[in-house]
Nanobody
Framework: QVQLVESGGGLVQPGGSLRLSCVVS????????MSWYRQVPGKQRELVAR???????NYDDSVKGRFLISRDNAKATVYLQMNSLKPEDTAVYYC?????????WGQGTQVTVSP
């Protein structure tokens, strides 16, 4: 079956860095657009960054210049390097794989940015 397993979340001080990973199985990974979303309680899930099969990327304005999304098709893994973290980056981060009508989600990993 399809599985997306995130890791790398945790507690970090403002200005710090974290790298999230999402290992995917059960799909033809290289064909899928891969994205990272985040959600805080009481708010809608929002797109943070996306990378397609040709490695074209796009980012939410709030993370441009601080976050970097990348993928390793050989390892079926997508990464999110997060630098210069701010308290407002605190959220549960979710990995997403999308191809046509197929839309898959991971279970999420908590990122907390606090002194």
């Amino acid at each position: 079956q399809v599985q997306l397993v995130e890791s790398g979340g945790g507690l970090v001080q403002p200005g710090g860095s974290l790298r999230l990973s999402c290992v995917v199985s059960g799909i033809i990974f290289r064909a899928y657009d891969m994205s990272w979303y985040r959600q805080v309680p009481g708010k809608q899930r929002e797109l943070v960054a996306r990378i397609n099969g040709r490695e074209n990327t796009n980012y939410d304005d709030s993370v441009k210049g601080r976050f970097l999304i990348s993928r390793d098709n050989a390892k079926a893994t997508v990464y999110l390097q997060m630098n210069s973290l701010k308290p407002e980056d605190t959220a549960v981060y979710y990995c997403n794989a999308k191809l046509g009508g197929s839309d898959r989600w991971g279970q999420g990993t908590q990122v907390t940015v606090s002194p």
